[in-house]
């Protein structure tokens, strides 16, 4: 596909897989978990922030470790945070999301020492090192394909996930948490253990936006970046394992689209994404799943109320 | 030797209404035990005691020896206390097989497995294979729960109870709003899916209890007024007096 595919283009694709991975693991926790977060992007950020404090810090770093420790550190976070929330469902754990986020965007805004502060830290991506030989990473055709290889791994694994003991688990809670208790089930630790997941998950787009960019500033650790996420996730659909992959498809081409015919991109941004959150609540995905209905008369024997127990 | 299931002096306050005001029997092992008494005498507040649903306010409860009164649901199911639900608790959306699924792949430990798919287990779904056929919803397997008669959604709430493999099994009024036939026959299964575990019971219609139980425990106003075999239970003049007699 690079052969025929400006560079611009490529860029872009490059950051719609990178953002499809992260609104993939936003998902599972609210269309697949019933789990609101508002601080997806603490680890998002946190990954994306701690691969570049690691390529300044540590000279010669190889690119797994850049991204190792940048899903590493993730996965610790989201096991600390996870264990102060698992017990909070519904508005408290939304609001104390969004409480945590605003306080690494926080430590991110005021310890300038580390992060750069508002200035953003800016890196060159290292090179990929195969033992045998050594990939330059300074070509977008190959750091595209270093991130279609990697970051749709990780896409299709989150897809297997939803299909694993512990994905089921996921969805049986959200049916009837209650009896899963009863069957033996430690539904705390499962909390836990997909909060964890999912945060390391966000930890490596997190990673792979860092090295996209070559840069990252304040902004991917910001609620905003949450609020893109959501975006994403809604405009989708939240009721299909895909529809958050065209959510973000849909979402950057919009924005890069938007931003080249006017400075006042998010207002119509907003405007889209509202009268798409009104008209069509079940997003992109469902809007696509009434027509392939309709062309082909497949039944929906869930009555459209939740496609995502489908898979069960 | 010690009892294998033993209910010692519980008692359960709610905000100050005491429900329970010390509850005391004991079930011996594969005993098929009812649990009888009026409406309001605290029989489901029991059970979700001894099931782990509440703590009791005060009181022991002894399970083959160990106290295990506090103790939450998913640590007493393990230990192979298994209940169902007097309202219909499945998952509602799930097919039949998939309902039964979520406990037979608990039973084999496979609950927070990220690699493993529960369904390409052969041994987990001969299992849930055979727990649909015993309760009898071998016809609707792949049905949503939802989509079922009333009866049938009964008989998946047993087979539910079933699927982590119990040795004391609670059954909280498995007949409770079905019609005498579909009561006859689920008498029937559930003596079968039973046999040789120990069984505790709450039910109100007195023929199931007499054709299920070989003890009764009555309770009335939150203590256990007498426990025995069902004869001496008939004609106990308390128990007439408190609740037989009255109807």
């Known amino acids: 596909m690079p052969l025929i595919l400006k560079q611009y283009h490529l860029n872009m694709l490059t950051e719609i897989i990178i953002f499809a991975l992260f609104a993939v693991s936003y998902n599972l926790l609210l269309g697949y978990a019933g789990l609101l977060s508002f601080g997806h992007a603490m680890f998002f950020g946190l990954g994306a922030f701690m691969t570049a404090v690691a390529i300044i810090h540590i000279p010669g770093l190889a690119l797994w470790n850049a991204i190792l420790i940048g899903v590493v550190t993730t996965i610790i976070a989201g096991f600390v945070i996870g264990s102060l929330l698992l017990r909070h469902k519904g508005a408290y754990f939304a609001l104390l999301t969004l409480a945590f986020n605003a306080l690494f965007y926080a430590v991110a805004t005021k310890w300038h020492s580390v992060t750069g502060g508002d200035d953003g830290l800016s890196i060159t991506r290292p090179d990929l090192s195969l033992g045998f030989t050594s990939i330059s990473m300074a070509s977008l055709t190959h750091f595209y394909y270093l991130t279609l290889i990697i970051v749709g791994a990780a896409i299709v694994f989150c897809w297997y996930f939803t299909h694993t003991a512990m994905g089921k688990t996921v969805l049986l809670m959200r049916e009837n948490e209650e009896r899963m208790k009863f069957l033996g089930y430690n539904t705390n630790i499962s909390r836990l253990l997909l909060f964890t997941f999912t945060g390391a998950v966000a930890g490596l787009a997190g990673s792979f936006y860092t090295l996209h960019f070559q840069f990252v500033s304040i902004s991917a650790i910001s609620v905003d970046m949450t609020t893109a996420v959501l975006l994403m996730a809604f405009v989708g659909g939240t009721k299909t394992f895909w529809g958050p992959i065209l959510g973000a498809f849909v979402y950057i081409i919009l924005q890069n689209y938007l931003s080249n015919i006017t400075d006042r991109w998010p207002l119509f941004m907003g405007f889209i994404f509202v009268s798409m959150v009104l008209f069509i609540p079940g997003g992109l995905s469902e809007v696509i799943m009434n027509i392939r209905q309709r062309l082909f008369g497949k039944k929906d024997n869930n009555g459209g109320k939740s496609a995502a127990s489908e898979e069960v | ?247």
Do not use: W
Request: hydrophobic content about 35%.
């Open chain 2, 1 to 247: 030797m010690s009892d294998y299931l033993h209910i010692q002096n519980i008692h359960k306050d709610f905000s100050g209404l005491k429900v329970l005001t010390g509850v005391e029997f004991k079930v011996k092992e594969k005993e098929r035990h009812a649990v009888i008494g009026p409406n309001g005498a605290g029989k489901t507040t029991l059970f979700n005691i001894i099931s782990g649903k509440f703590k009791p306010s005060s009181g022991a409860i002894l399970f083959k020896g160990q106290d295990i009164s506090g103790k939450p649901p998913h640590v007493l199911n393990r230990l192979g206390l298994s209940r169902s639900f007097q309202i219909t608790n499945v998952f509602q959306e799930l097919s039949v097989f998939n309902n039964i699924l979520a406990g037979v792949r608990s039973h084999y430990g496979l609950r927070y497995h990220f690699f493993k798919k529960p369904d390409r287990d052969r041994n987990i779904c001969e299992r849930v294979e055979a727990i649909i056929d015993e309760v009898g919803l071998m016809d609707v397997k792949d049905q949503p729960a939802n989509s079922l008669s009333y009866g049938k959604q009964r008989a998946l709430e047993i087979g539910i109870t079933l699927s982590t493999e119990p040795e004391l099994i609670l059954l909280d009024e498995p007949t409770a709003g079905m019609t005498r036939e579909e009561t006859n026959q689920a008498i029937k299964m559930i003596n079968q899916v039973t046999a040789g575990r120990t069984l505790i019971i709450i039910e109100h219609d007195m023929e199931v209890v007499f054709s299920l139980a070989n003890t009764i425990s009555v309770l009335h106003y939150g203590t256990i007024l007498v426990s025995d075999t069902p004869e001496k239970i008939r004609n106990d003049q308390r128990v007439k007096d408190a609740y037989l007699g009255e109807g």
